[in-house]
């Protein structure tokens, strides 16, 4: 089904400091993400099985990487007027780049009224998640409402981490507090909850252009939907309604993956959805066919495992690998590897995450890492056994001990 009445813009400009230094050269969106998909992947996926298929992707920070993953993997028809096009920041309404998540949709303002739809869809690009974006739709349509956001339950003791968003017994909106020190509202009938918001919304077009107009004139303003915007509707009375993503079903759901949300913004954070990837029933399954996730395509050949010789044995277990990877008597716990890796002889790694190709060398031992792209391990290199030697060779260490090797780190 082809929803032709709403269009999508994408935020995905985001800088991702929290998750330095895997953003060192490119946004957080186009960070890889399960071996051969970036995370704005999620984002489209949803958009693309729920049937929407008029997408803007807003661009600013470091974008290369993801203007060249769009443009390969996300081809729609134009024939059918359908598209995923990159909007690159573009100063349009004066000298600066984008000021907030408000504004990047200000400045971009005249897609809108081109498109001339009746419902904008605005999403971040950064989180990972399954969605059926239609049931949202429907929702906002129900209720009639100006503006429906998006939001999760989580433990009321968690509130300080996140924008946290109280309702009435309708799930009207009646306030928005960010990161509140005092517990704050609980969800109708559930004292142990509150709401997250997911920061998804669906305006009604009308109301979403004259808002940014309204928050456009406002100096002081950070331009930020959050902050601003939605505080500013509130005030004036629009009818804002939260849709409860765990009330969210799709073809093809397990029951684990209920509910499923990751902020992937912090190195263990990332390291840790990864991870979760392996369990035998994962929170977030890739292997559906019902609610498939697509990505590009890579023209690699097989992965391959060799050696069986003694102690040599390329072997894997409990992990995830991509195509184009060889693993040469080496031996894999518990990883997720992208394409084009090769793990020579002897080598051991664990726990770790390998992207696009890294080279083990013979003896190495790696264990609770990140390896970024195009990174050559010499022989008997030791990562991640001995925090103080890590940090010495100018690896970054994050608080639960992950350490992070950059994107073509020469290492000796």
């Known amino acids: 089904m082809s929803i032709d009445d709403a269009l999508v813009m994408i935020l995905a400009g985001g800088e991702g400091k929290r998750l330095f230094p ?20 999620f984002v489209l996926n949803n958009f693309i099985n729920s049937g929407f298929y008029k997408i803007k992707v807003l661009t600013q920070y470091k974008s290369d990487s993801l203007n060249k993953h769009i443009t390969k993997g996300w081809a729609l028809s134009p024939f059918l007027n359908q598209y995923v096009d990159l909007v690159p920041a573009q100063m349009r309404t004066g000298g600066a780049w984008y000021q907030g998540t408000a504004d990047a949709v200000y400045q971009n303002a005249f897609h809108i009224h081109d498109e001339d739809p009746d419902y904008v869809c605005v999403f971040g690009g950064d ?7 239609s049931q949202m739709l429907d929702f906002h349509k129900d209720n009639q409402a100006d503006l429906t956001i998006s939001a999760i ?18 799930w009207r ?3 928005f507090i960010e990161k509140p020190q005092t517990p ?14 997911m920061g998804n919304y669906i305006f009604n077009k009308n109301v979403l252009l004259d808002a940014l107009d309204e928050d456009a004139k406002i100096q002081s303003s950070n331009h930020d939907f959050g902050k601003n915007v939605i505080p500013m509707m509130l005030r004036e009375g629009k009818r804002i309604f939260i849709y409860n993503f765990n009330e969210n079903h799709f073809p093809g759901m397990t029951e684990k993956e209920k509910g499923y949300w990751r902020d992937v913004g912090s190195i263990d954070a990332y390291w840790q959805a990864n991870m979760d990837l392996l ?9 559906s066919k019902e609610w498939p996730i697509r990505t590009f395509n890579y023209n690699y050949p097989p992965a391959k495992f060799i050696w069986q010789q003694g102690d040599r044995v390329g072997m894997a277990t409990n992990s995830m690998v991509s195509e184009g990877c060889i693993v040469s008597g080496g031996m894999l716990s518990k990883c997720v590897l992208s394409p084009k890796v090769k793990i020579n002889s002897y080598s051991q790694v664990y726990d770790s995450i390998l992207m696009e190709n890294v080279n083990v060398g013979r003896y190495s ?9 195009n990174v050559d391990i010499p022989p008997y290199t030791k990562i991640g056994i001995n925090r103080e030697e890590d940090l010495a060779r100018g690896f970054y260490v994050s608080e639960g001990g992950v350490t992070v090797v950059r994107k073509n780190a020469r290492l000796s």
């Open 22 to 41: 895997l953003t060192q050269d490119r946004a957080k969106p186009a960070v890889p993400f399960g071996g051969r998909y970036r995370i704005i992947d």
């Open 184 to 197: 704050p509202k609980s969800i109708p009938n559930n004292p142990k909850m509150c709401l997250a918001s």
């Open 279 to 287: 369990d035998y029933e994962p929170e977030l399954n890739l292997y």
């Open 365 to 373: 031992e790696i264990r609770k890492a990140i390896i970024d792209k």
């Open 127 to 133: 989180h990972v998640y399954k969605m059926d974006v």
């Open 153 to 170: 339950p989580i433990p009321i003791e968690e509130a300080s981490e996140f924008g946290i968003i109280e309702v009435d017994e309708n």
């Open 173 to 175: 909106l009646t306030g």
